[in-house]
């Protein structure tokens, strides 16, 4: 696929900077720079997903009974041993 993209002189020096900065050339610091939200969207999903996992597996522990209940200074207790 092929992507055009126009900016203006500032921002195309401000991109050969950066670029420069990271020993780069233009057109890898331009991918890199599209391409990092989309894999921290995907880390981010991923991590929702097993987030949510837990809590429907935490979900199912409480439906079946499979839980302990403690106060709070039993948990102050425990805290400190």
Known sequence: ?????SFSDADAA???HYAA????NVLDYAKRAVMKPIEEEDSL???NA???AKI???RKQFAEGRFVTKTWEELAQ???E
Not at 1 to 5: H, I, K, P, T, W
């Open 1 to 5: 696929m092929e992507l055009a993209l």
């Open 56 to 58: 429907e597996e935490s």
């Open 14 to 16: 401000r991109i050969k």
């Open 50 to 52: 097993a987030y949510a």
């Open 45 to 47: 999903a991923a991590q």
């Open 21 to 24: 900065k990271k020993n780069m």
């Open 78 to 80: 425990l805290a400190h």
